[in-house]
């Protein structure tokens, strides 16, 4: 019996120690009933995701970290690009240098023991450069978002995404990472 487990109510912080079969074992004047077992089962790698989930290639080297909601005692970590590229791997995280030429999805599969998940996250990159500072004040934010929207659904030459007109597929391309108003350059 599990120590101070004499109520009708259960509650566990379950670790691996804890992961079983339970049963609960009620006893009264007229005998003693024993319920069904319920079996507790621990799953180490529910929610485990990739941070962040889509970025855009900019000016820094782009970093993806893989972790979940539970501890790992022993967890492996394999990372894959499609289409393939230099991965850059460090326990849960990975880099990307040298930068890929276009848009790249990264897996990964962590496994913990018996269990194993893999999950994905996506690096975009736009199909024409230039975009990192499209108004060239020497910031990456919103200013260039704003000086880009008068371009909003025609025909632009060059265009982010590469299908010759400016819509919301562009505006993913877009770093929107600095202060906004752009503080003087040195
Ligand atoms: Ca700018
Ligand atoms: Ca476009």
Redesign the pocket.
Known sequence: MLDGAVNGSLQLTVTEAETGVYRCEVTGPRGTFVSTPTEITLDTLTGMRVTPRVQTLGDTVPTFTVAGTCSLQNPQYEWTAFPATTLNESGNQVSVDPPPQETTRLDVTVTEGADQVTVSAWLLVAAHPGFDDFNGDGCQNVQDLRDLAPFWRQA?EG?????????V??LLYLQVVDPVPCPPQP
Do not use: C, E
């Open positions: 632009f265009d982010l995404s590469g299908d010759g007109r400016i819509d597929l562009d």
